[in-house]
């Protein structure tokens, strides 16, 4: 079994090194920098073997999968850099695992590169981090015995998590807008404004006012579940942490997405350039997740699923590495783009992750309960 880690020079990159050679696999450092990769190997990576390969390069990027079982990206923006390593491990015959949290990116795996996966007999898994390991995981679990549902909705609550540089920079891709939504069975451009609501969360945090997100399950559940409509929403504090101003963020998201499409992105390319790399471990730890899953059947029925959890970052190196750990084990047989749900059991994978501090639990709430409007 080895691993390739491509964009291993990075914040995430590093973690998920540090990862595995904790967990003892066999693995090979890929990025587009020579130096910094060779001083990744020799201080975190155990001396493990370096390999250069760019995004422009499709031929280095075959080469840099040579021998391999499972290839980790980590190196985003995603929908600026993503493309030519799922090729590459497409036409390698190699498995495919990433950290992304880019909606249109996932997407245009599943579209682009899902049916030539399926046909090499090899797995493209995007999104196997926090983003969205725990929401399609516990979506999952919560429609099982209940499908076909009528809507399956998602609510994160998130605080403290620091994001990095790499997720700031992914962020403004992804607030230029071109996401989607799931309604009356297909997928639609999603509408710049969504009205704002409030959602119960499980105690402690309560009554909580939330946001927009275009979050990936809105591109996996419809492929592993079968429902009429996915809607994701995380908590408005999430983004915008005094009160006041977080019940106006659903005002606000179009405005930011407009100017995203001025010389006002590259202000804030430069910025995020001068911020620290990322969270120090003490403030990796100080980050609370709480995602819900609420299931509404067809028939009235509704189950809820929360998944329960902290540092960001660390459960996505964890994640990755145990993904990758599970695909290149004998046996291992899916193959084609898959949502985490659909590319591993739900809740054993889940329960992988309990030595990180994840919980998990599924109630049913009876009759279906809807979001609070203002
Ligand atoms: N959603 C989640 O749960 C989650 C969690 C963690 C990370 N992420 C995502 O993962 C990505 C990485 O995050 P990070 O914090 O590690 O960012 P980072 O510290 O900025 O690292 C980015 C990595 O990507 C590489 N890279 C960027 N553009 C590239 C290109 N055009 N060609 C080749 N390599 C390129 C960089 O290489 P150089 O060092 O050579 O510049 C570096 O290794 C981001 O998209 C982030 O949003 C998501």
Redesign the pocket.
Known sequence: MTVVLY???????QLVTEELVARAVPFVLG???EQ?LRALSASRGNGAEIRIA??DDPASMRALMDGCDVVIN?????S??GETVVAAAVDTATHYID????QPYMQAVFERHGPAAERAGVALVP?M???YVPGDCIARLAAAELEPLRELRLYYAVSGFGA????L??SLEMLKGGDIVYEDGDWAPAPSYVAPERFEFPAPLGLKSVSKYPSGEIVTVPRHTQTRKVTARITSETFVPSPRLAGAMPYMTPVISAALRTPLRGVLHRAINRLP??PELEQRRSAAFTVVAVAHAGDGRTRQGVVRGSD??GF?SVSLVRAAELMSAPGYSAKGALGPAAAFDPAAFLDLLAGHGVSWELESLGAAASPAAF
């Open positions: 964009g291993a020079t990075g914040y995430t990159g990025g587009r920098r910094a760019s995004v980590c190196a985003g923006p995603f600026l850099a950290s992304t949290g880019e999104a981090a926090f983003d990095t540089r790499g997720t920079r992914s790399e990322g960001v970052y996505t």
